[in-house]
């Protein structure tokens, strides 16, 4: 930062889309642009060059993309923030952005003053997250986790939703019935149920086992 002022670089491949973010941003009294770039390769020498505070990217870029840059920016260890700034907004790119070192994910139809106030919270190594992208962020994290049954398991628990007992599940699968409820113990264990019934319902309900016929 000089003289009050955060000094940032532009990078995207769309020249008409990074000359509206600098006029956009033009104007502003506490951000200094220093630098512009048209591919991921280019920002990296910019930051190494320049050392600004904020680096504004673009994902989708040609000879370096934004997730690539980003990874190479982190590691030089100049402390510049990287703040994506695209269109796009898929889980992928979302979690790749931020697993490559990202401080922030913005969306392009973002107001001129959330742009201000993001690069600044970037700036100060907050987290900065479009409210579109921060929800697709909690709706994963919400989704249940994903759960794998071997094939053994599997066999258990469709004879459970046809109403086997342990015994008769035994004799079908050729097995002893304590291995029976071994496999059953570790298919609670996955599901996080406790009983048979919730264990058969969860499986249907997450596509683990097929409906049993009629």
Known sequence: MTDGKLRIIVVDDHTVMRAGVVALL???????????????????????????????????????????ATERIAARGTGTRVLVLTTYDTDADIEHAIEAGAIGYLLKDTTRDQLVDAI????RGETVLAPRVAERLVARMRRPAPVTLTAREIDVLNAVADG??????????????ATVKTHLLRVFAKLDVSDRTHAVIVALDRGLITRPGP
């Open 26 to 68: 033009a104007s502003e009294p506490t951000i200094d642009i220093v630098g512009e770039a048209g591919d991921g390769r280019e920002a990296v020498e910019l930051v190494e060059r320049l050392r600004p505070d904020v680096a504004l990217l673009d994902l989708r870029m040609p000879v370096l993309d934004g997730v690539a």
């Open 120 to 123: 600044h919270s970037a700036a």
């Open 164 to 177: 086997l007992s342990n015994a008769d599940i035994g004799r079908r699968l050729v097995i002893a019935e």
